[in-house]
């Protein structure tokens, strides 16, 4: 079974700094996906970036980077130049295809990050 | 492009009653997923929808269906609701393409229907 580990339940940083949110994960498949989301309090689940297993470069999209180390099975997001508009939960998450042919994801326990000015 | 859409977004039940949540994936996305979030378990997969047909289903009691539309259109009901089914459901959708790697999928999700069962 896939597992995704956050040891950070919470993380403060200043207005314009950079932060980084740590993930690790464990999985037997060759193949797999990794992803970020942002939860605001409203709810909803904000897609904010994806690693495959096999991409030989680190994903970036805008002010947000993926630190993605295969051996050491980690896949840390990196948030550049911080804005109160980012402070949310963030949860990491693994892409499982099951058996069936559909796939799910298995979500970390969170971090809850705030912008302070 | 609408994004995903998910009714109601609160409901408040009260213990033994039915509920039935709504969700519209985004257009062209044939894949709906649901997940049940709560302050104990956190985010837990309940079941997955592709044409019509479940194609997977997580560890949760029989009370807890679903159904997909051939809108793609997908709804979940929960019977005999019990307190601990309070909670945030979500629903998220993905474009299932053949032969794009299954990991890439990206799963889009809607706000979330916040049930409270009293």
């Known amino acids: 079974a896939q597992k995704i580990t956050q040891t950070q339940p919470g993380m403060f940083v200043q207005e314009k700094e950079a932060v980084t949110l740590d993930c690790t994960y464990d999985?037997?498949?060759?193949?797999?996906?990794l992803f970020w989301y942002k939860q605001p309090s409203s709810g909803e689940m904000i897609f904010l970036i994806y690693q495959g297993s096999y991409d030989q470069q680190n994903a970036t999209e805008g002010r947000y980077s993926l630190n993605f180390q295969k051996a050491r099975k980690s896949a840390n997001l990196v948030i550049s130049a911080s804005q109160l508009g980012d402070s949310a939960m963030y949860f990491c998450?693994?892409?499982?295809?099951?058996?069936?042919?559909?796939?799910?994801?298995?979500f970390g326990t969170g971090t809850q990050l705030k912008v302070e000015l | 492009k609408a994004g995903v859409t998910q009714t109601p977004r609160y409901l408040i039940k009260t213990r033994g009653q039915q509920v039935t949540l709504s969700c519209s994936p985004i257009?062209?996305?044939?894949?709906v997923s649901w997940y049940q979030q709560t302050p104990g378990q956190g985010l837990q997969f309940l079941f997955e929808y592709f044409s019509e047909t479940q194609r997977n289903k997580g560890n949760f009691p029989g009370r807890f269906s679903g159904r997909q539309f051939s809108n793609s259109r997908s709804e979940m009901n929960v019977s005999t609701l019990e307190l601990g089914d309070s909670a945030l459901y979500l629903c998220?959708?993905?474009?299932?393409?053949?032969?794009?790697?299954?990991?890439?999928?990206?799963?889009?999700f809607g706000a979330g229907t916040r049930l409270s069962v009293l």
């Open positions: 998220a959708s993905s474009y299932t393409r053949g032969g794009l790697e299954p990991a890439k999928n990206i799963q889009y």
């Open positions: 998450a693994m892409r499982e295809v099951l058996t069936g042919g559909g796939n799910k994801l298995t």
């Open positions: 999985t037997s498949d060759p193949s797999y996906g």
């Open positions: 257009s062209g996305h044939r894949s």
